[in-house]
């Protein structure tokens, strides 16, 4: 059966917070942040960062190892509580979920956000935090948008598994999805909520954001991992996005 009712952020919890903190780059997520480099690089001018659904800060120290200046911003206190024990002299926040309280608008080179928007309800939210993250935007900013594809819910996978939950193959737009990270100690199932493109794209538009380039990466056989379905399917997909005023100013 498909859940449909309340959706609450698995992330909020201890345990799974105490996961999170040790987990990296292993396998499947290796894959996700393998290309953000290169599309850095050919989409992003300037070093001031937002990390949207920061958690435990792994997607903060990626960008400032890049050498971004990053504010990390979460709405799980616990994530929080072990991004400041990791990292002490790192930005991060707590905000009240949907809001983002003390940022300056026009002042992110990039707002990057990583697997969060797989936990944001229903498409009224996800338009409206992206129209906010949309106006903390500087002329010519960028947010980068990592998320996980329908695929990753019908698939086995190196670092993932969702063979126990053949009810994702009857989810639609806005249902819970559930999914069993292997590389960590905590195998209870994390909910999330299935957005198809399509609906990504409307939230877009709704959020007066562009779409610059879609991206889906695939492993490679001489990668140094055990691939499962990686090479044939990707599990991820990165979306590259302007705001609309930005463009229309050329
Ligand atoms: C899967 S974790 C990813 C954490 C981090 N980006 C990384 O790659 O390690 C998703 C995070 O998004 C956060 N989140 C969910 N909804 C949010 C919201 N409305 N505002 C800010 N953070 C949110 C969750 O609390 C969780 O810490």
Same mark, same amino acid.
């Given at each position: 059966m498909i859940a449909t009712g309340a959706f609450s952020? &698995?992330? $909020?919890d201890d345990e799974r917070a105490e996961a999170y903190a040790g987990l990296e780059f292993p396998g499947t997520y290796w894959l996700a942040f393998r290309d953000i480099p290169a599309l850095i690089e050919s989409h992003v001018r300037g070093n001031r960062a937002l990390d949207f659904g920061c958690g435990t800060g792994r997607s903060t120290r990626f960008l400032r190892d890049l050498g971004f200046a990053v504010t990390g911003v979460d709405i799980a206190a616990s994530m929080l509580e072990r991004a400041h024990l990791i990292d002490p002299q790192g930005d991060y926040r707590l905000v009240p979920d949907g809001e983002l309280p003390g940022l300056e608008p026009g002042s992110f080179d990039l707002v990057f956000s990583a697997f969060t928007f797989d936990n944001i309800p229903d498409l009224g939210k996800k338009v409206s935090i992206l129209a906010a993250l949309q106006r903390l935007l500087a002329p010519n900013g960028r947010i980068l948008n990592l998320v996980s594809s329908p695929d990753i819910y019908l698939n086995e996978w190196a670092s993932f598994?969702?063979? $126990?939950?053949?009810e994702n193959s009857e989810a639609v737009d806005g249902d819970t999805v559930r999914i069993v990270m292997?590389? &960590?100690? $905590?195998r209870r199932p994390v909910d999330d909520v299935l957005c198809t493109e399509g609906a990504y794209l409307s939230a877009f538009d709704g959020a007066d954001l562009v779409l610059l380039e879609v991206h889906q990466p695939l492993g490679r056989p001489e990668e140094p991992f055990a691939w499962v379905s990686e090479t044939s399917i990707s599990p991820w997909v990165i979306h590259v996005l302007a705001a609309r005023r930005g463009q229309d100013a050329g």
């Open positions: 952020n &698995v992330y $909020d598994s969702t063979k $126990d939950f053949p292997l590389d &960590v100690a $905590d």
